[in-house]
């Protein structure tokens, strides 16, 4: 049979991620094919960090397919460096940070804090280098639930050095103010700190940075939607009525914004007993799968509502790393793959990394 490459190419983009179900390579193109008299050879990058393991069984998958598609001889050359992507027009990215993920939630006390920590710690452990940075100025909580205290130094009197706690780097702003003032902050002063929190932090070159942002659509969640460089936002949300309304609310901000939506996580979906094991849907139903579906956003996953979870967050180890064989480590794991897939799949950044034109004028 007379291989072509658009047959190869349908059979390649064809294979789907064993974990989430999604394309390996939607974004593989004709350009990224050499055919030969006898097979092929391919360069596939999906675009996402993989273990060595999961490396391995993604080959022999697409090795198959390509066979199937009659290539003989396949010689595939795989990369899985994550590339930077767009942001907002007329923002400019932050140099040494490829990614920028927003987590969001309508409403407060979701679970923002401990899945935006999970989903960091879930995607280093994947390999990639991450980075989060607590901008929830009404209650930052990055410091307790990733178990670090102190301030950041600065070497330069200009810059902060971010602190680094389970494989992550850390900053926030509970680092920098008194526990209880941040209710007296006004709006533009908590959005100009929040900025200077992240532009002033020399962050090490990562591949995401995920921001735990303030919870709500008011003033200063738009403002922040408006200011950081996202790529995209995920939003958290609990299967009960009144969360799935703010989360609609909150969805809606970053649409207006063309902010890509990355996906829906429903939190606390069900109580599991910690005696019996017994699963009980105390919020609610499925709320968000069907809130993703109607709006046709992705849906991410869904965590339960475990003691397991507090406590572990309570004592400064997010569950993914202090029980990563725990069936909610798996979920958080799989949630982390599914972003890293979504943000693959988002239009590369041409443009943000160039340094920026000086024109001055030189008349005198
Ligand atoms: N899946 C879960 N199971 C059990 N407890 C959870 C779960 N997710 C979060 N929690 C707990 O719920 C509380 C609120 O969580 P968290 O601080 O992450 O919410 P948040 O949405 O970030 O809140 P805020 O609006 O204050 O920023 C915390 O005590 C946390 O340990």
């Not at 360069?43 to 391995?56: D, H, I, Q």
């Not at 990639?128 to 209650?139: C, H, P, T």
């Not at 949300?237 to 309304?245: E, F, W």
């Not at 339960?304 to 569950?319: F, V, W, Y």
Request: hydrophobic share 45%.
């Amino acid at each position: 049979m007379s291989l072509s490459s658009k047959a190869l190419l349908d059979a390649l983009r064809s294979v789907v991620d064993p974990v989430t179900g999604m394309p390996v390579a939607p974004t593989l193109k004709e350009s990224d094919i050499t055919l030969s008299e006898t097979g092929a050879t391919v360069r596939v990058e999906p675009g996402y960090v993989t273990s060595a393991a999961a490396k391995t069984a993604l080959t022999e998958q697409l090795e198959a397919a390509a066979r199937q598609a009659g290539a003989a001889q396949l010689t595939l050359q795989f990369s899985d460096t994550v590339r930077a992507h767009a942001v907002q027009s007329g923002l400019k990215p932050i140099a040494s940070v490829k990614n920028i993920i927003a987590v969001a939630s309508g409403k407060g006390g979701v679970g923002k804090s401990t899945t935006s920590a999970n989903l960091a710690i879930a995607l280093a452990q994947s390999g990639a280098r991450v980075g989060i940075l607590d901008a929830d100025i009404y209650g930052p909580s990055q410091p307790l639930i990733m178990g670090v205290s102190g301030k950041p130094v600065s070497n330069d009197g200009k810059t902060m050095e971010p602190l680094r706690a389970h494989g992550i780097t850390v900053n926030s702003i509970g680092f920098l103010i008194e526990a209880d003032s941040p209710a007296i902050w006004r709006g533009p002063m908590v959005t100009q700190a929040l900025e200077q929190l992240l532009r002033q932090t020399n962050w090490p070159d990562l591949d995401y940075l995920i921001v735990d942002m303030p919870p709500g659509t008011g003033d200063i969640a738009l403002t922040l939607a408006q200011k950081v460089p996202v790529v995209g936002a995920i939003i958290v949300t609990t299967p009960q009525d009144i969360a799935l309304l703010d989360a609609r609310k909150g969805l809606r901000m970053f649409e207006k914004m063309n902010i890509p939506i990355l996906g829906i996580v429903e939190n606390m979906a069900m109580h599991i007993c910690s005696h019996c094991g017994h699963a009980e849907a105390i919020f609610g139903e499925d709320g968000g799968r069907h809130m993703a579906q109607e709006l046709d956003v992705p849906w991410l996953g869904a965590l339960p509502l475990a003691k397991s979870i507090r406590e572990q967050t309570d004592a400064g180890t997010p569950t993914v790393a202090s029980d990563p064989n725990s069936e909610a480590a798996g979920l958080y794991r799989e949630l982390a793959r599914r972003v890293a897939m979504a943000v693959a799949a988002l239009p590369r950044d041409m443009a943000g990394r160039f340094p920026s034109v000086v024109v001055e004028n030189l008349k005198k």
